[in-house]
């Protein structure tokens, strides 16, 4: 069992950032970041394998950029030049590495989520 532990969400104005982390109990994982919006459904934002190869979602690509400190069990979401539509609850998630993808059944953890919040 893999334990995601997210933090770092928050109120922010259009056109600023904010940086996601989210801590794993357990190494070697591929690692996603999705996001749900109220009524919407849940939508692929990043995911990075073990190895750095990382995947973006087309609304996001150019502003965000997922990381990884391996010795930390730890992945970042650096967003930038956020818009009120980015608003939303982020979900950290954790699947076999070299194999998650964009589908959020690629991915067997998740954790609670953060609320991201832009305001225009």
């Known amino acids: 069992q893999v334990q995601l532990v997210e933090s770092g969400g928050g109120l922010v104005q259009a056109g600023g950032s904010l940086r996601l982390s989210c801590a794993a109990s357990?190494?070697?994982?591929?690692m996603g970041w999705f996001r749900q919006a109220p009524g919407k459904e849940r939508e692929f934002v990043a995911r990075?394998?073990?190895?750095?190869?990382?995947t973006y979602g087309d609304s996001v690509k150019g502003r965000f950029t997922i990381s990884r400190d391996n010795a930390k069990n730890t992945v970042y979401l650096q967003m930038n030049s956020l818009k009120p539509e980015d608003t939303a609850v982020y979900y950290c998630?954790?699947?076999?590495?070299?194999?998650?993808?964009?589908?959020?059944?690629?991915?067997?953890?998740w954790g609670q989520g953060t609320q991201v919040t832009v305001s225009s």
């Open positions: 998630a954790a699947g076999p590495n070299r194999r998650a993808g964009i589908s959020k059944n690629d991915y067997d953890y």
């Open positions: 357990g190494p070697s994982y591929a």
């Open positions: 990075i394998w073990w190895n750095g190869s990382t």
